[in-house]
C-alpha cells in the first residue's frame, strides 16, 4: 500500500535530503513522490542532454540545455524535470541556489512510479505556469508526445504531437535542432 505524504512548497524544501538518498523527491499537488530512474532512464536522458547541447554549442545564442534542476511552481508543486532547456539569457548562473525558474522547454522521461504524474498533474502544472513547451518521453511506447504553445500569447498547450520512432524530435524554438525519436530507443 502506498503512503501519500502531503505538504506544501516550503516543508519541502526544508526535507534533509542526504547524500546516499538513491531516489528523486518531487512535490506534485502538495503529494511527495520519490522515484529511482532506471538505467533505459538514463541512456535517453544523456542521448537527449548530448544532443541538446551539441546543439546549443554549434552557434552564439542558442541558450542552455542542463541537467535535472529544482523548479518551484506554486504552493503545491516542486519538480525535478529529467532536462530542460532555457532560452539565451534565461538559464540561472552556476551558483544561483534553487528553486530554478521555469525553463522554455521541460522534459520528463517516463519512469514507471511517475508516468500517471507526468502525463497528468505534472503536465497541468506546467501549462498552468506558462510553460512553452513539454516532451514526454515515453520509453515504454517508444515516442515522444510533445505538448507546445502555437505562439507567445496563447494561454494553452494548443499543439500537441505523437511522434513515433519514425519521425524527428524538432521544435521552432530550436531552429536546426533534429533528433531520430529511434536514436533515444536502444535496438
Same mark, same amino acid.
Given at each position: 500500500? *502506498?503512503?501519500? *505524504?502531503?505538504?506544501?512548497?516550503?516543508?519541502?524544501?526544508?526535507? +534533509?535530503?542526504?547524500?546516499? $538518498?538513491?531516489?528523486?523527491?518531487? &512535490?506534485?499537488?502538495?503529494?511527495?513522490?520519490?522515484?529511482? +530512474?532506471?538505467?533505459?532512464?538514463?541512456?535517453?536522458? *544523456?542521448?537527449?542532454?548530448?544532443?541538446?547541447?551539441?546543439?546549443?554549442?554549434?552557434?552564439?545564442?542558442?541558450?542552455?540545455?542542463?541537467?535535472?534542476?529544482?523548479?518551484?511552481?506554486?504552493?503545491?508543486?516542486?519538480?525535478?524535470?529529467?532536462?530542460?532547456?532555457?532560452?539565451?539569457?534565461?538559464?540561472?548562473?552556476?551558483? $544561483?541556489?534553487?528553486?530554478?525558474?521555469?525553463?522554455?522547454?521541460?522534459?520528463?522521461?517516463?519512469?514507471?512510479?511517475?508516468?500517471?504524474?507526468?502525463?497528468?498533474?505534472?503536465?497541468?502544472?506546467?501549462?498552468?505556469?506558462?510553460?512553452?513547451? &513539454?516532451?514526454?518521453? $515515453?520509453?515504454?511506447?517508444?515516442?515522444?508526445?510533445?505538448?507546445?504553445?502555437?505562439?507567445?500569447?496563447?494561454?494553452?498547450?494548443?499543439?500537441?504531437?505523437?511522434?513515433?520512432?519514425?519521425?524527428?524530435?524538432?521544435?521552432?524554438?530550436? +531552429?536546426?535542432?533534429?533528433?531520430?525519436?529511434? $536514436?533515444?530507443?536502444?535496438?
Amino acid at each position: 500500500m *502506498q503512503t501519500v *505524504q502531503r505538504m506544501t512548497a516550503e516543508e519541502f524544501m526544508a526535507l +534533509p535530503v542526504g547524500p546516499d $538518498d538513491p531516489g528523486i523527491y518531487e &512535490l506534485v499537488e502538495g503529494e511527495l513522490v520519490v522515484h529511482s +530512474p532506471s538505467g533505459l532512464h538514463g541512456d535517453i536522458q *544523456q542521448t537527449l542532454l548530448v544532443a541538446l547541447t551539441n546543439w546549443t554549442r554549434a552557434a552564439a545564442g542558442r541558450g542552455k540545455a542542463a541537467w535535472p534542476r529544482d523548479t518551484r511552481l506554486g504552493e503545491l508543486n516542486f519538480f525535478i524535470p529529467d532536462l530542460l532547456w532555457y532560452r539565451e539569457g534565461r538559464a540561472p548562473g552556476p551558483k $544561483d541556489p534553487p528553486p530554478y525558474p521555469l525553463p522554455d522547454i521541460a522534459i520528463e522521461v517516463r519512469s514507471p512510479s511517475t508516468w500517471r504524474f507526468d502525463i497528468g498533474a505534472k503536465k497541468a502544472a506546467y501549462e498552468r505556469n506558462g510553460l512553452p513547451e &513539454l516532451w514526454l518521453v $515515453d520509453s515504454v511506447a517508444y515516442e515522444v508526445l510533445v505538448f507546445r504553445r502555437s505562439g507567445p500569447t496563447a494561454t494553452s498547450f494548443d499543439v500537441a504531437l505523437e511522434l513515433g520512432v519514425g519521425d524527428a524530435l524538432e521544435s521552432a524554438l530550436l +531552429p536546426g535542432f533534429s533528433l531520430p525519436v529511434a $536514436d533515444l530507443y536502444p535496438e
